[in-house]
């Protein structure tokens, strides 16, 4: 009954609606209804700006980190990495958002800070990085996954490292539409970076 509690609380965690409440509590604007239509970091901060879509991104990532560490925090013996699966259901299926939700990057993001800080630290790395070379939120997300699931099975750990490696099977097929944009290049961009800069000389 108590592990049953708390991945339900997990699921819940993650099921939080970061972009659409921010959205509508501070600027009764719904995300949902402008540029991409996505609830993540990414749309919040083109709709929103930058505080907005800061805050939505340290949200998302918590909630991971937090649901991650329930097994620590209440003494129960399975797999952290479990529980942030369910938030990261949670965010992708949120029961807030009709089952709907974003795409799980920050929330998994936060499930690596639970379990292995210091890959987080690469992750962020990475996807600031590839961002700023690209300058495409999603297609920066679609190289640092598999970096990190390589990073993964060199440290050792097999099993995280498949897990890792089917969640970046999970977050290429919820980019599957961005997949698109980028083939027929027309996928919206950051305004910054090396692409960016190129196209507005």
Not at 79 to 97: M, N, R, V
Not at 154 to 172: A, E, V
Request: hydrophobic fraction near 50%.
């Amino acid at each position: 009954m108590k592990l049953a509690i708390l991945l339900i609380i997990a699921y819940l965690l993650g099921s939080i609606p970061s972009g659409i409440w921010i959205g509508k509590w501070f600027f009764n604007v719904d995300v949902r209804q402008h540029g991409s239509g996505n609830i993540g970091t990414t749309n919040t901060y083109r709709v929103l700006g930058k505080k907005a879509g800061t805050i939505v991104m340290i949200m998302d990532i918590l909630k991971g980190t937090l649901a991650t560490s329930l097994p620590f925090f209440f003494n129960v013996n399975i797999s952290p990495i479990i529980f942030g699966i369910f938030a990261i259901l949670g965010h992708t299926f949120s029961i807030f958002d009709k089952f709907k939700g974003g795409k799980a990057v920050a929330t998994s993001a936060g499930m690596l800070l639970a379990i292995h800080p210091i890959l987080f630290l690469c992750a962020c790395i990475f996807e600031f990085s590839f961002t700023y070379i690209t300058s495409m939120v999603s297609l920066a997300s679609m190289i640092s996954f598999p970096l990190i699931v390589i990073l993964l099975f060199l440290d050792n750990d097999p099993w995280l490292g498949t897990i890792g490696l089917l969640l970046t099977i999970f977050i290429f097929i919820r980019h599957r539409k961005n997949i698109i944009r980028i083939k027929e290049g027309n996928e919206n961009l950051v305004p910054f970076g090396l692409i960016y800069n190129h196209r507005n000389k």
